[in-house]
């Protein structure tokens, strides 16, 4: 299989000391909403939206806003520039985005709408890295950094390579920082489908309270949105603020509002307010403890009534009957419309390279790829044959062509595809989950089992082998421990049940 890598938000609020000497230190804000994604299926309904509300606020409390739209790579790079040209000894700074987020070697990254995200390499060249910004607005000489993160959403490119983790990663962070995920550690949330994010929603309530200090405001968003949610969604902070702050320092008193300066096309005019009134602050005893940065969203334990076993399969494990052969058309999986396919601008860029140079072995793989993420199974598997008819020993093909195979129920030619990519390198967690879900397939549930489990002892976060060794335990008759795996999984990724049943089991 594919994975998830999963897209990032990103918040950076300043707020003033009650201290005299903070009270008048210049306060600067870059506010990013990116939406329109060339590689996710339909642009964002909630960044663009809530970038504005939360600019317009930032302005009432006295910040000099900057604000982007759907920025590319280029357009980013100088909005961060010009932030930090700005910024003076003992500054308040905040950067908000909102957009997709990649958690790559322990790190977190923004992505621009132009990102051509492939492998974890390009992540890392094409994305933004969160600690890399705060140390240089820390190099700066910035007083208070304060990030909210929001980009803990499931992205186009989390099946593109599976060295990865869901979700966003804990923050090494200078002194005097303050920084706020909207979901856990390593877990991604699903959009709400309205207009603006619940995450967005609850700050904005917080913010206008006044005399509330930063970290205040932000636990109380965190508990407005545990509840909002009902525990699907716990905003993960930290903190290594040295001062108190405050965004709204008294309450009548505000520095007036500076312009805001665009770094997009101007937007239409800003969303009308209507958020209601903040409510008065919980009682200390109904707060829900504060989530420590290195743990991982908190799941159920108790397990729902057991569904009712099925009956053992009548074949061995180690060797079960070859399936049918695979069917004529692209399923399960969303029907793939050809022209939509030809007219994708990415197939279309890659095609073009393929008609120049039929051998150009990494167009091959990558047309390949984006294929299946559309559900287009045969022609990915089409291209992934070119690849290896160039390069028989290129295990990234041989998995994801095990994978394609293993959706298409094609099991015989998917495990040998799974078994030979192993054999070239073994250990391969993306091969030992896609050989997990071809075994699980085939009813072969300890062979299932075995492979999710080397899985996920290389990678625990592989929410994929999480779910299908649940799946697996169940169908085995282990269903205590089947729940709290699928519980787990659901967990990290609400979306993880959708993606199974588009691979034909559920």
């Not at 302005?59 to 930090?84: C, H, P, Q, S, W």
């Not at 099946?159 to 979901?183: D, E």
Request: with cysteine; charged share 20%; hydrophobic share 35%.
């Amino acid at each position: 299989m594919k994975i998830r890598i999963a897209f990032l938000l990103i918040a950076l609020f300043s707020v003033a000391s009650t201290a005299p000497s903070s009270a008048a230190a210049d306060r600067f804000a870059l506010v990013i909403g990116n939406a329109k994604y060339p590689d996710a299926d339909a642009p964002l309904k909630e960044p663009i939206n809530d970038a504005r509300d939360v600019a317009d606020e930032l302005k009432r409390d006295g910040f000099n806003v900057d604000i982007g739209e759907n920025l590319t790579g280029d357009a980013m790079r100088r909005a961060f520039d010009k932030l930090y040209g700005k910024l003076k000894p003992g500054s308040v700074v905040l950067i908000f985005f909102s957009g997709f987020g990649v958690q790559s070697n322990r790190q977190s990254y923004l992505l621009p709408v132009d990102a051509q995200i492939w492998t974890e390499q390009d992540v890392r060249h094409d994305g933004f890295s969160l600690e890399t910004v705060l140390g240089e607005i820390n190099s700066r000489g910035a007083g208070v950094k304060i990030a909210l993160i929001d980009a803990s959403r499931r992205n186009p490119y989390e099946r593109r390579f599976r060295t990865f983790s869901a979700g966003l990663a804990p923050v090494i962070a200078p002194n005097g920082t303050l920084v706020m995920y909207s979901a856990a550690l390593s877990s991604v949330i699903s959009d709400n489908g309205g207009d603006h994010s619940l995450f967005v929603q609850e700050l904005l309530k917080e913010i206008r309270v006044p005399d509330l200090m930063a970290e205040e405001t932000l636990n109380r968003t965190r508990i407005g949105v545990t509840r909002a949610s009902r525990g699907e969604q716990v905003p993960w902070i930290s903190s290594s603020l040295a001062e108190d702050f405050s965004f709204i320092p008294g309450t009548g008193n505000h520095p007036p509002p500076p312009p805001v300066a665009n770094v997009a096309p101007p937007p239409p005019p800003p969303v009308a307010n209507v958020t209601p009134p903040p409510p008065p602050p919980p009682p200390a005893s109904t707060e829900p403890p504060r989530p420590a940065p290195t743990s991982r969203p908190e799941v159920a334990t108790a397990s729902p009534p057991p569904p009712p076993a099925p009956p053992p399969p009548a074949r061995v494990e180690a060797a079960p009957p070859p399936p049918p052969p695979p069917p004529a058309a692209d399923k399960p999986g969303p029907p793939s419309s050809q022209v939509a396919l030809a007219d994708d601008p990415t197939i279309k860029s890659l095609t073009q390279k393929l008609d120049a140079n039929p051998d150009d072995v990494s167009a091959l793989y990558r047309r390949g790829q984006v294929y299946a993420s559309k559900g287009a199974y045969s022609l990915a598997i089409k291209d992934f044959d070119g690849t290896l008819r160039i390069n028989p020993k290129d295990v990234e093909a041989l998995n994801n062509r095990c994978w394609a195979r293993a959706v298409v129920g094609d099991l015989q030619a998917a495990l040998k595809d799974c078994n030979e990519a192993l054999r070239l390198r073994p250990n391969f967690v993306d091969a030992l989950d896609s050989r997990g879900l071809v075994n699980l397939k085939s009813g072969a549930t300890k062979n299932a089992i075995t492979d999710f489990d080397a899985a996920l002892k290389i990678n625990p976060r592989l929410t994929s082998s999480l779910y299908g060794r649940g799946l697996a335990k169940q169908r085995g008759g282990s269903h205590s421990e089947g729940n709290l795996d699928i519980a787990n999984a659901k967990a990290m990724d609400p979306n993880i049940v959708q993606e199974f049943e588009s691979y034909g089991v559920r």
